[in-house]
């Protein structure tokens, strides 16, 4: 048995060129062809065309691709995203709640607390008390810029967590990232249940056919649908209601 040799990539250019060459002929090279990339097959299509699903019909397996298998890709990216914001605005709004109050203090902190000396005073004062630091001096210049640059930093950070805050309790990542991902796990629980015939499923496992477990899982999964619209339209499209922290 002869071994067929493998032609990389670009093979045919080389070959054109030596061509080429020894012909002393200028004909133009051919294009080379993009390596053809292939992208992976998502797992749950390998599984709708597996050999036991073969007894489904057509428009069953149209369910499983659009209403099943679709909705799992949007449930799943919805969520991947809300939790992203998510953990965003609410590590920005930790960090800062932490980082804003010793920005405030520490800018606020009277300079003659301790880089002024308290003028001279026949009645409290002392005669070796040192004179009043001029406000020319360098290094008190050198401090003002210090404590601005930290009150201003400090306010502005302050409204930035109440930004995120507000944003947050608006949009309400937190609780659309929960309600997608409940959505999607119950999606692929009842597909797999389905796929297995086990769970609700489970009595048609004695024939081993999809067909005839297909009407209860065509159900469960529309009323998993029905009831992620009642729950966005109840729980995550009416505004919550502001509660002060400090009651």
Not at 32 to 48: G, K, M
Not at 84 to 108: D, E, K, M
Not at 129 to 154: E, F, N, V, W
Not at 211 to 220: D, G, V
Request: glycine share 6%; with cysteine.
């Amino acid at each position: 048995m002869q071994n067929q040799e493998t032609q990389l990539p670009g093979s045919n250019v080389l070959n054109h060129l030596q061509a080429n060459a020894q012909a002393g002929g200028n004909s133009p090279v051919p294009p080379v062809a993009p390596a053809s990339v292939v992208a992976p097959r998502s797992r749950y299509s390998q599984i709708l065309e597996s050999p036991e699903l073969d007894t489904l019909t057509p428009i069953q397996k149209e369910f499983l691709k659009e209403r099943w298998q679709e909705q799992i890709s949007w449930f799943s990216r919805r969520a991947k995203q809300n939790q992203n914001w998510y953990n965003r605005i609410r590590l920005t709004t930790i960090i800062g709640s932490i980082v804003v109050p010793a920005l405030l203090s520490w800018g606020s902190v009277p300079l003659t607390a301790f880089l002024v000396s308290p003028p001279p005073s026949p009645e409290f004062g002392s005669p070796t008390a040192q004179p009043r630091l001029s406000i020319t001096d360098p290094a008190m210049q050198h401090q003002l810029q210090l404590y601005r640059a930290a009150l201003i930093t400090g306010v502005g950070l302050s409204q930035l967590v109440a930004i995120c805050a507000a944003v947050e309790q608006f949009f309400k990542f937190g609780d659309r990232w929960r309600h997608y991902r409940r959505s999607a796990e119950l999606l692929k629980t009842h597909g797999w249940q389905f796929f297995e015939l086990t769970g609700p499923y489970a009595p048609y496992s004695q024939n081993g056919k999809h067909t005839e477990a297909f009407h209860l899982f065509a159900s469960q999964i529309e009323e998993i649908i029905q009831s992620d619209v009642d729950g966005y339209v109840s729980q995550i499209t009416i505004p919550k209601p502001f509660v002060r922290e400090d009651r």
